[in-house]
């Protein structure tokens, strides 16, 4: 069964976002350990975190998806960028691991940004990085996200990703979270032959490493190495293709996040989309729901 939700806030509490999700029928979530431009970890409460473990129990959700800040960079060349990247991150996995104890938890992150050292320098020191952060017994599973491949990004084909995993001892602790948009500006064919991308994934990097889906539409064409997301259905993957990803058997039993520009009433259409797409819904009423949702939305 494929679990479905999007980034609440962590505003308020955590044992919160389980109950927003639910409002909109998600039962998976992703959120920030820390905030989206960094600083620092709000102070530990027991009560909150048991009452999250609570309603997760509850409302039968499924694995959690954690996103690193995105100011992190594992391959920074200023040391100081590097380093408290590299804290942040331990940081952050010590506190999951309070939520993982009980519950699976995944924490995606972008593997970085060479800033002109060079893919060779940048891989490795991430490398370094991970060998640093990732614990033998950890029960948290760190997941590279792939990407657009904009500026001097690293990990926007699956052989960059390789290296990396490759690179990492505890490489039991490691997976992939695939970004529907990132991968389609990268250039892979997402939008007309999901297997491909799929066989590719596991031909590279190994048959059981994709452990989350980042699902969003995108702006941009094929190969643009944009990455700006867009709402499904409106951008230039399409209704079709979101289908036939959402549909195929061999990710069914994983989360897939909504990171599309919507709040929550857009959430809670598109999660209701996607249990359409599941239940066979044929494509002409799955437009016209959203066209009918979306006005009323708008
Ligand atoms: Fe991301
Ligand atoms: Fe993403
Ligand atoms: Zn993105």
Not at 193 to 221: M, Q
Request: glycine share 8%.
């Amino acid at each position: 069964m494929a679990y479905f939700g999007w980034h609440v806030s962590t505003s308020g509490s955590w044992a919160n976002m389980p109950l927003v999700a639910h409002d909109a029928n998600a039962d998976t979530f992703a959120f920030f350990p820390r905030p989206p431009r960094g600083g620092s970890l709000r102070t530990l409460d027991m009560d909150d975190i048991d009452k999250l473990l609570q309603h997760l129990h509850d409302f039968h959700f499924g694995p959690l998806v954690a996103h690193a800040p995105y100011v992190y960079n594992l391959a920074a060349q200023a040391e100081g960028i590097r380093e408290r990247s590299l804290n942040n991150m331990r940081e952050d996995i010590d506190r999951l691991e309070i939520i993982a104890a009980k519950h699976p938890v995944y924490y995606n992150f972008h593997p970085g940004a060479h800033t002109g050292q060079g893919r060779h320098i940048g891989i490795n020191k991430i490398i370094d990085a991970l060998n640093d952060i990732i614990q033998p017994n950890q029960k948290t599973i760190v997941l590279l996200e792939t990407m657009a491949g904009k500026g001097t990004e690293i990990g926007s084909n699956f052989d960059e990703l390789e290296q990396i995993i490759d690179g990492v001892t505890h490489d039991d602790r490691i997976g992939i979270c695939l970004d529907t948009c990132h991968t389609h500006d990268a250039g892979m064919s997402i939008a007309t032959d999901f297997d491909s991308v799929l066989n590719e994934l596991e031909a590279v990097c190994g048959p059981s490493r994709l452990c989350a889906i980042h699902l969003n539409d995108s702006k941009n064409t094929c190969g643009s190495k944009k990455d700006r997301h867009e709402r499904l259905g409106h951008g230039t993957i399409g209704l079709e293709a979101i289908k036939q990803i959402v549909c195929n058997p061999r990710v069914s039993n994983l989360p897939f996040i909504l990171e599309t520009p919507n709040d929550f009433d857009g959430y809670a259409v598109e999660i209701e989309l996607l249990h359409k797409m599941i239940s066979g819904e044929p494509l002409e009423e799955l437009q016209s729901f959203l066209m009918d949702k979306q006005v009323i939305s708008a």
